[in-house]
C-alpha cells in the first residue's frame, strides 16, 4: 500500500498496521489520529460516519498503547455499520425509532474485534435498518454517485482511506454492490460463518456479515479473527485456478462496463493460465433472483419489523413501508415455496462447479448511478446470498465515467479458503493496486 | 378443558378463551385476571415468573376489552421467556449482567402476538442465556423435581394453569424435555419458521423458537399468528398415519418409562390403524448427538458471549463459563466438520421418512430427575434441533413416581402441519387428557 495518501498512515492497509505498530515504527494513537484527521478533511463530503467521537477513539488506541497483551489486530482501526451494537457508542439503525439508543453489550462480532486488539473508530452509515432508503453518503470518487449501499458508510470510510477496514452486512448485496461502486474489496463468508449475535437482522434465514477493506491480506486477516482461529495468510492455489465464467439470467441488464470487465477478466485469466469455461446455471436457477429479492426479503422484513410497525409506522421510510406491505402480502406458501427453490439449486451447485474452483460472475449492473436517492440494484449478489455461498468484489475494472467496476468471485459453501486462494491469484493477474479507493 | 381447576379461566385452553369471549361470555380482563389469581396462589413454590407486574397484565387486558379490532389471540394471556425482548417489561436473561435491562422494543414473535390480541402477562424463568445453569423454577408436578429447561418457567407455568400457553427456545431440548416432564404439549418447528428478532442467541443456526401449551388446538392458533397467517384449524389426516419408530442411538440411555412410553405407544397406534415400522437412522447419524449438543453449542456459545466473557466473567455462572472454555477450544474445522455432517443427515431425511409421515422417538431419558440443580439431559431433543426437522412432545404417559412422561414425534422439514396432523390422530389414540399439566 501506498502510504502517501493524506500522507499518513491512514492510508496503510491493516497487515501493514499491525506490522508497523509490532516494530514499533508507529503507535496505536499515531494511527488513530492519522485516520481522525483525514475523517476531518473528507467527511464533511463523504458523510460516512455517523454517531462520531473522537475522543473515544484516541482513548481506546490510547489504551491499546499501554497494554500488555498484543492481539492480531493491535492498533487496527475498524469501522463498524451502525445496525450492529456497540456498548459504548449509540447504535441507531439510521432510524429516528432509535435516535441515541444504546445497547447493553457489544455485538459478538465487535467483542471480538476488541479482543484481537481493534480500535472501534466508530459507527459508519447504513440505509435505514439495511433496507433500502439511503443514508446521506456520497461516493468518495464522485460525490454525485451513490457509494451502494446498505453498507454505505463502511464502503466510502474504507475507499476514502479514512479507516482500513470496516463491517457491513449483506442480505441481498449491501457488502459486495457498495464495494464494487466504490472501488474496494468486498467479502461475503458463507453464511452463518460470523456470529451475527447483536447486529439488527433484516431477514435473518440470509443476513450475513462481511468485511469491507482494501487488501486481500486484511481480509483473511480480519476473517481469522470473527472465525475465532489464530491469524491466517492468505491462502495461496497450488495450480492456476479453474474459474467457470457464469454470466448469469442477470446478463441483459448488465451495462456494457460490467459485461466488459466480466469477459475481459475472463480472457485474461485465461491466457494468464487459468482454466476458464462457461457455466449456464440450470434451469431451477431461473426467477431465482426475484426470491432472493422479493419472497425472502418482505416476509421476513414484516416479521421483524413487526414491533417498529405496530408502534412507529409514520417514523419508518416510505421504502420501508413499501417493503413491509409487501411482506404482509407475501403469502407463508410462497416463502415456504422459496425456501424449497434456494435449496434444490444449492444442492445444484456441487454440479455447477464440477471441477471448478470459483464462479465468476458479474458483480453490479455498471458503475455507481447518479445520485443519492437510491443506492443501486442488488440482484446481482442477491442469489448468492441466498444460496449461501462465500462470494468477494474484486475492484478490477473502470467505467465510462471512470469509477470503479468490480468483478465478483463465487465459491462454493465452507469453501471460503479456496475463494480467498483464488481471489489473490486473480488479482495477481488482473487487479490494478492503484484502483483502490479514491486519491485525493 | 376442564374449567374447574382452580375454579377459574386460568384453566382454559387459548382456543376457549378467544371462543368465550367472542360469545361475549368472559372478557379479557376476567381471563387475565383468573391468571394472576393462581400465579398469586402458586408461583411462591412454582417460581415460573420473574418481573412480573400484575398491573402491566390487567392494563393490557382492559385496553384489549375496549378495543374496536379484535385479533385470533383477543384477550389470551401469553408467557414470555426472558431471553425474549419486551419494551415494556425487562429482559435480564437470568444474568445478574442484564439486572434491570429494558430492551427499546419487542422481539418480532412478541411483537405478532400483540398484533393478533394477546395480553402478555409476563416473563417466564429461564436457565441463564437459554443455557445450562438453571432458574429457581420447580415441577408443578413435585417441587422436588425439575421441571426442566432451560424454558422452565414457560413449561411450569402452563402446566400449573397460570397461563394457557408460553413462548420457549430450543437449542438443544429446552421446549420439549421441559414439556416432557412437565406434562404438557411441546412444539419445535421447523428451523426459521418464526422470526427470531429480538431473542438472545444461544447458537443461532439452531436456536428455534417453540410453544409450550396444553392443546394442540392452541399450538396451531399460536403458530399461524408467528406465521402471520390467518387462523388455522389443528390440521387432520385423511387417513391412518404412517409411522416410524425410531429408538435412535440413545435408546441405552433411556429409562425404562421412557422406553414403555415408546414402544407402549408405538403396539397401541398400531392397534388402532397407525402403519408402524422400526426405522434404523443410517451410519452417519452414530455420533450426531454429541455434534449436537457440544460442537455446535460450544463454539457458537463462545462466539455469540464475547462480550460478557470479556467484560463480565466473574457474573457468569460456572456452566457458562465451562461452555464457553469448551467453545474457545473447539476449532473452526470441528465446527464446519460438524456442520458438513449434520447435512449429510439432513440429506438422508428423505430416505429415512420414505413411506412414512412422521418419526416416533424418545422425547426424554425419563421423568423429571430429582433436585433443581440440573435440568436434564437434552440430547434425544438435540439431534432433531440441529437437523432444523420440527418436532412435537405430546404427554402420554407417567412414570414411576407418577411425573409425566412424553413420546416425541419429527417431521420433515417445512412439513410441520403433517406433524400437527399425525399428532392430532397420536393424540386421539393414545393421549390421556387427564394427564395435562398439574392440578392442585
Request: with cysteine; aromatic share 6%.
Amino acid at each position: 500500500m501506498d502510504a502517501k495518501v493524506s500522507g499518513s498512515l491512514n492510508a496503510l492497509d491493516a497487515t501493514a498496521i499491525v506490522r508497523k505498530i509490532a516494530a514499533g515504527e508507529t503507535t496505536c494513537e499515531a494511527v488513530t489520529r492519522d485516520c481522525l484527521v483525514r475523517i476531518a478533511e473528507r467527511d464533511g463530503v463523504v458523510k460516512a460516519w455517523v454517531n462520531f467521537d473522537p475522543e473515544l477513539a484516541l482513548a481506546q488506541a490510547r489504551a491499546l498503547d499501554h497494554a500488555t497483551h498484543r492481539g492480531p489486530l493491535h492498533g487496527v482501526p475498524i469501522g463498524v455499520k451502525d445496525i450492529i451494537d456497540t456498548f459504548d457508542m449509540p447504535t441507531e439503525f439510521n432510524s429516528p425509532i432509535y435516535k441515541g439508543h444504546r445497547p447493553p453489550s457489544d455485538a459478538a462480532c465487535v467483542a471480538l474485534l476488541r479482543r484481537a486488539g481493534a480500535v472501534i473508530l466508530g459507527k459508519t452509515a447504513t440505509c435505514e435498518f439495511a433496507g433500502m432508503a439511503p443514508a446521506e453518503t456520497t461516493n468518495p470518487h464522485n460525490v454525485a454517485n451513490t457509494p451502494g449501499g446498505s453498507s454505505s458508510g463502511s464502503a466510502a470510510a474504507v475507499a476514502d482511506h479514512m479507516v482500513p477496514a470496516a463491517l457491513g452486512t449483506q442480505t441481498g448485496g449491501s457488502v459486495l454492490r457498495p464495494s464494487s461502486y466504490c472501488g474496494i474489496f468486498g467479502f461475503k463468508p458463507t453464511y452463518n460463518s460470523f456470529n451475527k449475535q447483536g447486529v439488527k437482522p433484516a431477514a435473518e434465514s440470509i443476513d450475513t456479515i462481511g468485511w469491507l477493506a482494501r487488501s486481500l491480506d486484511d481480509i483473511a486477516l480480519l476473517t481469522a479473527v470473527l472465525r475465532m482461529q489464530a491469524p491466517q495468510p492468505l491462502p495461496t492455489m497450488s495450480s492456476a485456478p479453474r474459474i467457470g465464467l457464469t454470466r448469469t439470467e442477470m446478463w441483459d441488464d448488465a451495462q456494457p462496463e460490467t459485461k466488459a470487465a466480466v469477459d475481459g477478466a475472463a480472457a485474461a485469466l485465461a491466457k494468464a493460465g487459468a482454466t476458464v469455461r462457461e457455466v449456464k446455471l440450470p434451469e431451477p436457477f431461473t426467477g431465482l433472483r426475484k426470491i432472493a429479492r422479493e419472497t425472502i426479503n418482505f416476509y421476513e422484513r414484516a416479521a421483524c419489523m413487526a414491533y417498529e410497525w405496530d408502534h412507529h409506522r409514520a417514523a419508518l421510510s416510505p421504502q420501508m413501508r413499501r417493503y413491509i406491505e409487501n411482506g404482509l402480502k407475501t403469502s407463508r406458501e410462497d416463502y415456504v415455496a422459496g425456501w424449497h427453490r434456494i435449496e434444490q439449486c444449492r444442492a445444484l451447485l456441487p454440479t455447477v462447479f464440477d471441477g471448478l474452483d470459483v464462479l465468476l460472475a458479474p458483480c453490479a449492473p455498471g458503475e455507481a448511478p447518479k445520485g443519492l436517492a437510491s443506492t443501486g440494484d442488488g440482484t446481482m449478489q442477491a442469489i448468492w446470498t441466498a444460496l449461501h455461498t462465500p462470494s468477494l468484489t474484486l475492484p478490477t475494472h473502470r467505467g465510462p465515467t471512470n469509477l470503479p467496476v468490480g468483478i465478483q468471485l463465487v465459491g462454493q459453501r465452507y469453501d471460503d479458503d479456496r475463494l480467498l486462494a483464488c481471489a489473490r491469484w486473480v488479482w495477481q493477474k488482473v487487479g490494478a493496486p492503484d484502483m483502490i479507493g479514491y486519491r485525493a
